[in-house]
């Protein structure tokens, strides 16, 4: 059964810098991977999606790698604003069916 | 991108009535959508997923006569959530799988149900 762990669960950095957020999953064999963005009580934005065959994708200031043998991906935030803050969800695919398996999010506050 | 609509984004109602929510994908046809749950300052949960002109496919631990799911068209799938406890308050969010090759997902922007 596919697990997806996020960590850290929260992260306070002040504007400007730069920050990793990470996300681990126990299954390698993965269809795809996508990071999304949830602000309060909202619904979810999509990131970036790397399909299994990739390493990485880039957004603007958003990088996201892909590491599918040691199950990992990072999502590496540039210049951070506080226009960030917000929570960011990794989700893994491991199938053609789409259903999604999502981690337990982290919590981005960026201090202007 | 592609656009998820949900309709109502906010309900409140007394334990017992039967709430609907609609899940519209408004510029693309969908023949699947996800049902997802998600409690505050967790995770989304999946449901089910929901098939155009078939039966919805449930998670372990879903009750299927509790949470009906209807998807009568390309564009649209509806969850009923009936007879409503205060323990179904949530955020309930949809998604639709957008057809392309690599399974990309769109979000509804969510629906919080609080039953009184």
């Known amino acids: 059964k596919q697990e997806v762990t996020q960590i850290p669960a929260a992260l306070s950095v002040p504007e400007g810098e730069n920050l990793v957020l990470n996300c681990s999953f126990t299954?390698?064999?993965?269809?795809?991977l996508q990071w999304f963005r949830q602000d309060p009580g909202k619904g979810l934005t999509s990131l970036l999606l790397i399909q299994s065959s990739q390493r990485e994708q880039t957004s603007g200031r958003l990088n996201a790698s892909l590491d599918k043998s040691s199950g990992r991906s990072t999502l590496y935030i540039a210049a951070s604003q506080p226009g960030d803050s917000a929570t960011y969800l990794c989700?893994?695919?491991?199938?053609?069916?789409?259903?999604?398996?999502f981690g337990q999010g982290t919590t981005l506050q960026v201090k202007p | 991108g592609a656009v998820v609509s949900q309709h109502p984004s906010r309900v409140i109602c007394k334990s017992g009535t039967s709430v609907k929510i609609e899940c519209r994908s408004l510029?693309?046809?969908?023949?699947?959508m996800f049902w997802y749950r998600q409690f505050p300052k967790q995770s989304l949960m999946l449901m089910a997923t929901?098939?155009?002109?078939?039966?919805?496919?449930?998670e372990q631990g879903v009750e299927k006569d509790k949470f009906l799911i209807n998807h009568a068209s390309l564009t649209l799938s509806t969850l009923t959530v009936t007879s409503a406890h205060p323990e179904d308050s949530s955020f309930y969010i949809c998604?639709?799988?957008?057809?392309?090759?690599?399974?990309?997902?769109?979000f509804g922007p969510g629906t919080r149900l609080t039953v009184l």
């Open positions: 299954d390698s064999a993965i269809y795809n």
């Open positions: 998604s639709a799988l957008a057809g392309t090759s690599y399974n990309e997902q769109f």
């Open positions: 989700a893994v695919c491991s199938g053609n069916t789409g259903k999604l398996i």
């Open positions: 510029d693309f046809q969908a023949t699947t």
């Open positions: 929901s098939n155009e002109g078939s039966k919805a496919t449930y």
